[in-house]
């Protein structure tokens, strides 16, 4: 057999993410109303020479970057922010590097980081999962090229200040900050453009398979100083992002009001679903994103067997630091929290959850964010 390189050869075999089963997806953070139907009408569109030929990028880049207000040297577009996330490690990363990273967090900064051949330091988030700004800054070192932050974070749904971002791009002057904003449209805040404004080792990536709905197409971001952006470039395979999705992007990027009324839906969503699981007892980590973190306890597995068993597929993150016996709920549309807080109320008092009063709740439920 051949040998791949020494790094590849250490990561676990690959697991597939399971999308294929049946029943109402509330594992993956998708938009579970799917994509706005612009982009649906241009799907239905398409014709035999859109499919038959390459289609550059370029153009559909440069409609991007004036959409987030940038010049189109500061915006690579990927495949998905996964592939944005492994070209940012394949470009900044030498084997024997450091590679700095906030746990629990996103999984693929850990495989992306892996294959090149640094060296993962894991920073271990406080209590409750607060973000250890003091022990994140404490481990940089003249080896620290790379640092990678979700904001909000997966899978806890929590944040960090702006404030608290910029600090951390200015102690690392030499490392490339990486922040991950793939539910920007749940929270509201970015750190877009701060290359601009004195921190030019920070980007940040963005992805349209949450609030767009458009996770089947593979569509992220990539934005940074046009310096830093043109050398990621180099690394990036010509036709990265398929015609399909290039077709479609303008449509869904003028579909502002559809985004809009999801995210509306979301944040509901997640408040009713806050409640309902305060009802029982059962706390949340306080989030910003399309997903509640929730701390069923030692019955976990029972819970998610159980809730698969109704037909809703939530997601178990106690292999993730410091979760165990937490799972992750996606928020969806407004029907679909509907079903999911049915399934809740008979899933929870099975494993032996009890029944809140009103007033008990009131006391539980986290204040809003
Ligand atoms: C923080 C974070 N970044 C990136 C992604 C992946 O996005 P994409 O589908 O664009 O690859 C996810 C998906 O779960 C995510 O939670």
């Not at 979700?150 to 490339?176: H, K, M, Q």
């Amino acid at each position: 057999m051949l040998k791949a390189r020494e790094s590849v050869r250490s990561l676990p075999a690959y697991q597939s993410p399971l999308v294929a089963r049946p029943g109402l997806r509330l594992d993956l953070n998708e938009n579970t109303a799917g994509c706005s139907p612009q982009v649906l009408a241009r799907l239905r569109e398409l014709t035999v020479n859109d499919v038959g030929y390459y289609r550059e990028r370029e153009p559909i880049e440069a409609l991007m970057a004036s959409h987030l207000g940038l010049d189109s040297t500061e915006v690579l577009l990927t495949n998905g922010a996964d592939e944005g996330i492994h070209l940012f490690a394949e470009t900044f990363l030498d084997p024997g590097d450091e590679a700095l990273l906030v746990v629990p967090t996103f999984v693929t900064f850990e495989t992306s980081i892996a294959a090149t051949g640094a060296r993962i330091v894991n920073v271990p988030c406080e209590a409750n999962f607060g973000f250890p700004l003091e022990r994140l800054t404490a481990g940089i070192n003249p080896r620290t090229r790379l640092i990678a932050i979700a904001n909000p974070n997966n899978p806890t749904g929590t944040v960090v200040s702006g404030e608290t971002l910029a600090e951390i791009a200015r102690r690392a002057p030499d490392a490339a900050v990486l922040i991950d904003e793939a539910y920007f449209e749940y929270y509201g805040k970015t750190m877009l453009g701060s290359w601009r404004r004195g921190l030019p080792n920070l980007f940040v990536a963005r992805t349209f398979s949450k609030a767009f709905g458009m996770a089947g197409l593979r569509v992220g971001v990539l934005a940074g100083n046009a310096e830093h952006v043109d050398q990621i470039r180099r690394v990036t395979t010509p036709f990265n992002v398929n015609a399909v999705a290039l077709a479609c992007l303008p449509a869904a990027l003028a579909d502002a009001g559809y985004v809009r009324e999801y995210v509306e839906q979301v944040r509901r969503g997640r408040e009713q679903v806050r409640r309902e699981l305060a009802r029982w007892n059962v706390s949340c980590c306080p989030s910003e994103a399309a997903f509640l973190l929730a701390n069923i306890g030692p019955s976990h597995e029972a819970f998610v067997r159980k809730m698969d068993a109704r037909g809703v597929l939530v997601h178990d993150r106690s292999l993730d630091y410091g979760c165990e016996g937490w799972v992750r709920i996606s928020i969806g549309k407004t029907e679909h929290t509907a079903r999911l807080i049915e399934a809740l109320g008979e899933v929870l008092p099975e494993i032996g959850a009890t029944c809140w009063r009103d007033e008990e709740i009131s006391r539980l439920v986290a204040p809003p964010n």
